[in-house]
């Protein structure tokens, strides 16, 4: 369901920050690369079979008939079809990424998910500019938080678009100290790298783990877990093609050959998936 303050494809435009642009150029650019090589679910961190991981995020989101979902991040819709194709839901869709909405309206007309998927090309830091207020029983974000140019904006705008007893729930990156530890320089270098090529606004002291759980506390939810996923996690092969596979996708010469810099086991002693559900407070 979409608010009155709902706006024209022209205005969203110049309501979205650089970064967001930024974002919205990282997805579109990478395009034809993500979609060949992880298909309709935008995921790094999965199962071999993707159904198999939304069907726990679904159960651990708390998915049921009858709910109403906004998808924050939502790519191309792969796990919003899935939802809406398992269960009695209506969800909103929100990318920033103008071509990643076109695409995704495309593959729901075609699976006839049309009329229970709405999707927005927009910015989710003003959620509440576009959607009503209490109005959803679950917000969920999949790899797409890590975008955020400012988590307690996300948080705020999650909060209050969400019925009083309605979930946050995110499966997304999260800073860890693994490599801090062995080498903070090397650890410097790596988080820079990743935000510059994810268009990642990664932060010390904002973007792990517990520093999102606090903010949550602060800004009126009550945390019910934030963990390592439960789902068999895949060896990242994918994105090791993702950042290859020239042949096949040709160079990148606009993130310099696609090359994240290093070795791709150093990237995730830096940052880590974990599951994090919260409840806005009654
Ligand atoms: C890695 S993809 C994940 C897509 C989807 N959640 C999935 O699982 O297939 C990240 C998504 O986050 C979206 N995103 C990032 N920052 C955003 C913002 N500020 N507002 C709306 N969407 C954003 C991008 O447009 C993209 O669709």
């Known amino acids: 369901m979409l608010h009155s303050k709902n706006i024209s494809n022209d205005s969203q435009d110049k309501n979205l920050t650089e970064h967001v642009k930024t974002v919205g150029k990282h997805f579109t650019v990478l395009n034809n690369r993500y979609l060949g090589i992880y298909g309709d679910v935008i995921e790094a961190s999965r199962t071999a079979n993707p159904d198999e991981m939304l069907t726990y995020l679904a159960t651990n989101a708390g998915i049921k008939d009858g709910m109403t979902l906004l998808d924050a991040g939502c790519g191309v819709c792969g796990p919003a079809r899935f939802f809406a194709s398992k269960f009695a839901v209506q969800i909103d869709a929100i990318t920033a990424v103008q071509l990643q909405k076109e695409i995704a309206e495309i593959k729901n007309r075609e699976q006839f998910l049309d009329s229970r998927i709405q999707v927005l090309c927009g910015d989710f830091h003003q959620l509440s500019n576009y959607y009503p207020k209490n109005h959803y029983d679950i917000v969920y974000f999949f790899e797409s938080f890590c975008h955020s140019y400012d988590i307690h904006r996300v948080i705020q705008e999650a909060h209050a678009v969400l019925k009083p007893g309605g979930c946050i729930y995110m499966k997304d990156w999260f800073l860890i100290d693994r490599l801090k530890l062995k080498d903070p320089i090397k650890y410097v270098i790596v988080k820079n790298r990743i935000n510059e090529f994810y268009s990642f606004n990664f932060k010390d002291g904002i973007n792990e783990l517990a520093s999102v759980i606090g903010y949550l506390n602060h800004h009126g939810f009550e945390v019910e877990f934030g963990r390592k996923p439960g789902y068999e996690t895949g060896d990242y092969k994918l994105t090791a093609l993702f950042h290859g596979n020239h042949e096949v ?19 995730f002693d830096v940052i880590e998936i974990f599951e994090l559900k919260a409840r806005k407070q009654l």
């Open 249 to 267: 996708y040709g160079p990148n010469n606009e993130y310099q050959d696609n090359d994240l810099g290093g070795d791709i086991s150093d990237v």
